[in-house]
C-alpha cells in the first residue's frame, strides 16, 4: 500500500479490513471496513487515528508511512479523536516504536488511554478550543463533541486546509472501492455507501442521535473544506453532502422517517406467517414501499437500517413459553437500545398455550414515542375474521405512514 494525498502535505495512511470478524463483537461487516487514519506533515508530524491490529492493518498503516518517507521516530503527536480500539489498538505498540510522540486526546480520552493500554508517559489532555502549531501554517484545533460515538469524543480541525477530521462522526461501513473520496465514487458504488452509511448509523451511532445534532450546530463555524472521517469515504468536494445526511438521520429519532414500512417477523410452527400474509396483502393495496425481515433468519444489524430508515414498523412474533419469541424480544431490545423512535406501529401474533408475547411488546414499546395501532393476537391458527382484521390494520397503518413527506432531497453526490 502507498499513502493517498489529501493535499500537499496531508495523507491518508489507513487500512481496508475484509474480514470476516463482527465489528464491535455484534454487527456483521460483510463488505469489511475502512480503517481511516491520516498523517499530517508540518515542521512537525501528526497521526490523527491509528488502526488497531486487524487483517494486516497495522501493517499497511506502517508500510504507508514508509511510501512517504516518514520514520515512527519522526512522529510528534499521535492525535486520539476517540479512544474506541478499532482505531486505537496500535496504540500500545506505536508508543513503543515511538516514544516521544505526545498521545493527544480529551481528559476523558487520555485517562482511556491509561485504562486500555496502561500507557502513563507523554499523555497530552487537550479542551475545546486548544490548538497544536505544528509549524509551516498549520494548526490543529480541537473541539469536544462528546458521544459522537463515546463520551471521551473530539473532532480535530487543521485551519490551514480546512480539513475537518471528524472521528466516527460521518462514518458508514464497507471498505473503499478502489477511491477513498466521494468524488471519485462511481454511480454503480454509491448505492453500496448509501446502504453502507445508514447501516452505520443504525447500529452505532443512532443512539447519540441529539449528540450529532448538537455537534453539528457546534461545528457550524469552522470552514470546512473536507471532511476526513475515521470510516468510509472522503468527503473532498462535497463535505455538506454528507453532513446533511447525517442530520436526516439523526432527525429520524425526532419526528417520523421515509414513507415506507418495515415489517418484521417471526413464527414457530407457520400461525403467525399465516397473519404475515394478510398483513402484506393490506400494505400492498394500499401502495406503500415495503422491507421484510425475518428473524431470526436475517442478522438485526441489517433489519435495524431498514427500520430506521421507515416510518412504519410493524412486528410479527408469536408468544413463546410466556413471552414474545426471544428473537423478537432481542431485536426489539436492540429498538429501544438504538433510541429507534417515532414510528407507527402494529403488532400481531399469534398464541397457542399460553399469552405473554404482547405484554412484552408493551414493555419494550413504553416511551418509544410510537403510535400503535391496536395490536391483534389470535389464538392458534387465526381465523378468517381475524385475517380480514389484520389486512384492514395494515392498510390503516400504510394509508397513516403514505401521508409522511419523504426527507430525502439535496443530498446527491
Ligand atoms: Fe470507529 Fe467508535 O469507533
Known sequence: MVAIKLTDDVFWIGANVHTEDLFEGIWPIPNGVALNSYVIKGDKIAIIELVREWGGAALTLLKNLESISIKLTDIDYIILNHLEPDHTGFTYLLNSLSPDAEIVSTQKGVNLVKAFYQIENNLKPVKTGDVIDLGDNKK???????????PETMVTYETNSGILFSGDAFGAFGVHQGCIFEDETSDESKPYWEEETLRYYANIISTFSGNVLNAIEKLSGLKINMIAPSHGLIWRKSPEVIVKKYQRYSNYNKDYAEPAICVVWGSM?????????SVLRGIGKVGVPIKVHRVPNEDPSFI???????????????????SMFPPMKYFMELLRKKRITHKKVFYFGS??????????????AENMHWDILEPLTFNGYPTLEELEKGEKLAMELAQQVKQIPSKTKDENY
Open 304 to 322: 435495524l437500517s431498514n427500520a430506521y430508515r421507515c416510518a412504519g414498523l410493524i412486528i410479527g412474533a408469536p408468544t413463546y413459553e410466556y
Open 351 to 364: 398464541y397457542g398455550w399460553s399469552g405473554g408475547a404482547k405484554k412484552d411488546f408493551d414493555n419494550l
Open 140 to 150: 490543529l484545533e480541537f473541539t469536544e463533541i462528546p458521544n459522537v460515538h463515546w
Open 269 to 277: 410452527y407457520g400461525n403467525t406467517e399465516v397473519m404475515l400474509n
